[in-house]
């Protein structure tokens, strides 16, 4: 018996569309913060890459009808918990980066893998931006080893968006 054209063709757009990311988001932001927090040794905390910057980095440009600048709030808020900084500040930076990210991809309609990590490459340099003017803003002495994550985030890129 013939099968009606109609009917495989929206069988086939279904299988077309990606599952719901319901599983993935929460699971890799555990690891992250995981990640984040593990004792690591003084001279291998310097260079310790932002992994929850990069991981809200990914969900919303991946992502973008799951995780708004709503979900970069709330993970800029724990990042701040867990890093006992002042809080607010990673939620404020992370929120104002979301912002970037997604000025820089509005008229994107397919990212490819070069685009996405330049715009990482480009968030990831105003995160430590932003985080420096805030440092110095309160006063603090912001030693010369706060920028030393840099190139390690940068690299660490192409790992996350393979894994997720």
Not at 44 to 62: A, H, Q, Y
Request: aromatic share 14%.
């Amino acid at each position: 018996m013939p099968r009606n054209n109609a009917s495989s063709s929206i069988s086939d757009s279904r299988s077309l569309v990606k599952p719901d990311p319901l599983l993935p988001i929460p699971i890799s932001l555990v690891v992250g913060s995981i990640f984040t927090v593990y004792p690591v040794s003084s001279s291998m905390s310097i260079w310790r890459p932002e992994i929850m910057l990069m991981l809200t980095l990914f969900w919303v440009m991946c992502q973008p009808k799951w995780c708004g600048v709503w979900f970069a709030f709330v993970v800029g808020f724990i990042t701040d918990l867990m890093l006992d900084s002042h809080l607010g500040t990673h939620a404020f930076v992370f929120v104002l980066l979301t912002f970037a990210a997604r000025f820089l991809t509005r008229n994107k309609r397919i990212l490819t893998f070069p685009s996405r990590w330049i715009i990482a490459t480009i968030v990831i340099i105003l995160n430590f931006v932003l985080l420096f003017l805030f440092h110095r803003m309160n006063g603090n002495v912001v030693p010369l080893w706060f920028w030393s994550p840099i190139i390690p985030s940068i690299l660490v890129w192409p790992l996350i968006c393979v894994l997720l």
